[in-house]
């Protein structure tokens, strides 16, 4: 098993714990460089470390090097043990609140002794923020509403974490001769944005067979409990993992059952109810009591005369009678597009050059790509001035000549001001193949003024798609404050598209959002906001939550072949539209 993962995560948990000790912030960035060009390497880290080549590794000098050859040498570093003696590492859950930043973080854990979110809540509420310096009334509210929010929400694994886990336990289990059948359940069957359990179920009449097998896996750390059917483990990224073992005849009810939704469930009995009939993890048993279907999902749907519901739409949002009509929808695959809309290279904050991503994308099978490297006011983003952008043009001219018929479009992702206005002139603007718009700052916008601002901007004849537009971040930012509703009116009106981030992170428009843009005839665009070659995989999870709003091919741009795509963008900017 790769360690790539494991390491990435050691160097950005030092890197937060330098943040809270007010380190140069040149020093913490290293770090995060670091871990994510580990987090992006295609080679195996132990493999390279091997080689005695962990400094040729982007952003890896020699001091990092070293560290990471004594980590995955003795699987303990005495840096970090070092660090986490002098600041308590539950610091870091401070950074997780809006407002609190690694300075204010380290006078809270220095001057108060704050190390985590409840402290930091009742420091609120008992009035002792203000008492700091850059703390005023105002900030103090704002961080005791947003702490609050946050002890009410238990934190959860995001699905791009999550399932790649899962994914290498069902793939090592199914090897197990045991083993008759495996598959995740619960949340992450249905593919939701983020993860409470990582539950997998395995049909086998030898369990303990199955149960011996997954304590034994390569990837454990520790073994948390040993059943004859329910064992759990921790994998070494200290991620639990529990397992079902069911009999085979059982295995499609119990699917059913473990996959939920809880409200899908619920729902379902109650169908079955009003026949007479019962449903449980044990099987469909009719009026006599005699089971008459359990050993697949697919034979409990033919005796209920539904069609088989896929896991992303078991949320209980009218899937059941959609399936008892026939009419559900035919959803999107990853198979079914044709390019990536939202690509950033090294001209910018990307990790890769822009050659190596159309290599990546061409590799994937894929016929175009745009390069959308930021707009100049993101600086932290190395965002390209207009004479960049046109030496960016020039080299892929000369890059579509020499991998015809493959397209490179030069985009941008232009940042929205606060005011609306967008981060390139008009003219420049109409240079562009695409241009995505996003907001990049001032998130705390009343909602009337953050909505009038991005309604303005996709008002813009030049804007093709909304970029991310809730800016959230997953178990780290909380949406802005917007009207969602109005934006996607503003949206059709404009015939200005959606985007679907792919980014694990983000996952934004949410799926319920995607649904609803769907039924206003906006189209949506599944993108993989890749900042490197390893990222354009992000794409799989764009794909997902729009699986879960119940979209089809029809309703993603990048599902249309590169004629079609062209003819939409030049469709697009000259039809005529209330702007």
């Not at 049909?203 to 034994?216: I, Y």
């Not at 967008?422 to 996003?438: G, R």
């Not at 008002?459 to 934006?487: C, F, K, M, Q």
């Not at 390893?534 to 004629?563: F, I």
């Amino acid at each position: 098993m790769r360690r790539n993962e494991e390491v990435a995560a050691l160097l950005e948990q030092i890197a937060e714990l330098l943040m809270l000790k007010n380190e140069n912030p040149y020093r913490i960035r290293a770090y995060t460089i670091a871990a994510q060009n580990i987090r992006d390497l295609d080679a195996d880290i132990e493999e390279i470390a091997r080689q005695g080549k962990l400094d040729e590794i982007p952003g890896v000098g020699k001091a990092i090097a070293a560290k990471i050859e004594e980590y995955l040498r003795t699987g303990k570093l005495e840096y970090y043990e070092q660090l986490k003696r002098e600041v308590p590492i539950q610091a870091v859950d401070l950074l997780e609140v809006p407002g609190i930043g690694p300075s204010r973080a380290h006078l809270l854990y220095e001057k108060l002794g704050i190390t985590t979110i409840q402290q930091l809540l009742e420091a609120a509420q008992n009035h002792k923020l203000c008492t700091l310096p850059g703390f005023g009334e105002k900030l103090e509210q704002r961080i005791a509403r947003e702490a609050a929010r946050l002890m009410q929400r238990t934190k959860r694994l995001l699905l791009g974490v999550a399932l790649p886990v899962a994914e290498t336990v069902v793939t090592l289990l199914r090897e197990v001769p045991a083993v008759r059948a495996i598959d995740p359940a619960g949340s992450l069957r249905r593919i939701k944005e983020t993860i409470g359990d990582i539950d997998i179920l395995v049909a086998s009449d030898r369990p303990q067979e199955v149960v011996d097998a997954f304590t034994r896996l390569p990837i454990v750390k520790e073994v948390l409990a040993v059943g004859p059917t329910r064992p759990s483990i921790l994998t070494r990224e200290d991620l639990q993992v529990d397992l079902r073992v069911v009999h085979p005849d059982e295995y499609g009810s119990a699917l059913l059952y473990f996959t939920g939704s809880k409200e899908h469930n619920i729902a379902l009995r109650s169908l079955v109810q009003d026949r007479g009939w019962k449903l449980s993890e044990y099987g469909l048993f009719d009026e006599t009591g005699q089971r008459v279907a359990s050993r697949t999902e697919q034979e409990i749907c033919a005796c209920l005369g539904m069609d088989w519901i896929p896991p992303e739409l078991r949320e209980n949002r009218g899937e059941i009678q959609a399936a008892l009509e026939h009419r559900l929808p035919q959803l999107v695959e990853l198979s079914h597009i044709r390019g990536d809309l939202h690509v950033h290279t090294d001209w910018s904050d990307g990790h890769d050059t822009l050659e190596r991503m159309v290599q990546a994308a061409i590799a994937r099978g894929y016929e175009y790509i745009v390069i959308s490297d930021h707009s100049p006011s993101l600086t932290v983003a190395k965002g390209l001035a207009v004479e960049r952008l046109r030496e960016q043009r020039r080299l892929i001219d000369e890059l579509n000549e020499r991998y015809a018929p493959f397209r490179i479009l030069q985009g941008a992702e232009v940042n929205i001001h606060p005011d609306g206005s967008l981060d390139y002139p008009d003219d420049v603007l109409a240079e562009l193949d695409v241009v995505i718009v996003s907001v990049h700052s001032a998130f705390d916008l009343p909602e009337a003024r953050m909505t009038e601002r991005v309604i303005r901007a996709l008002s813009n004849p030049h804007v093709d798609l909304l970029g991310h537009p809730t800016g959230r971040l997953l178990n780290t930012r909380l949406p802005y404050e917007i009207d969602l509703d109005a934006v996607l009116d503003a949206a059709a009106e404009f015939g200005v598209a959606i985007e679907v981030n792919g980014q694990p992170d983000r996952l934004d428009l949410p799926d319920i959002w995607v649904q609803r843009a769907i039924q206003r005839g906006i189209l949506i665009a599944c993108t993989s906001d890749a900042h490197s070659t390893r990222q354009l995989d992000n794409m799989r999870w764009s794909v997902a939550t729009a699986r879960r709003g119940w979209a089809e091919a029809r309703h993603v741009l990048n599902t249309r072949p590169l004629a079609e795509l062209l003819q939409w963008l030049r469709q697009h900017r000259t039809a005529p539209h209330a702007r």
